[in-house]
Nanobody, 124 residues
Framework: QVQLVESGGGLVQPGGSLRLSCSASELAVNMFTMAWFRQAPGEEREFVAVILRTSTRSFYSDSVKGRFTISRDNGKNTVDLQMDSLKSEDTAVYYC?????????????????WGQGTQVTVSS
């Protein structure tokens, strides 16, 4: 049974950094397109970043471009999201997702597998 487990969330001050990690079981992260989404209270789940299967190509939402970096560690079978220069509007539950397709996919419906989410709160 495929499982995605996120970790690394927490409380951070504006301008600070956090590193989220998504650990996968029964799924090889290098063979899947892996993405991060986030959902703030009362908002729809939105795309944050994606790294394509068997590739290092990555794409970001305009709101995080230049501040967030997605990466994959095939040896650990994890996908990380390095978040720098955090802002209060980055506060949300962050979800890891996976799809078999090699296409980017920026809608939640494009992804079959999901983690349970990890809370990120940016506040002074």
């Amino acid at each position: 049974q495929v499982q995605l487990v996120e970790s690394g969330g927490g409380l951070v001050q504006p301008g600070g950094s956090l590193r989220l990690s998504c650990s996968a079981s029964e799924l090889a992260v290098n063979m899947f397109t892996m993405a991060w989404f986030r959902q703030a209270p009362g908002e729809e789940r939105e795309f944050v970043a994606v790294i394509l299967r068997t590739s290092t190509r990555s794409f970001y939402s305009d709101s995080v471009k230049g501040r967030f970096t997605i990466s994959r560690d095939n040896g650990k079978n994890t996908v990380d999201l390095q978040m720098d220069s955090l802002k209060s509007e980055d506060t949300a539950v962050y979800y890891c997702a996976a799809r078999a397709s090699g296409m980017k996919g920026s809608s939640p419906g494009d992804y079959k597998y999901w983690g349970q989410g990890t809370q990120v709160t940016v506040s002074s």
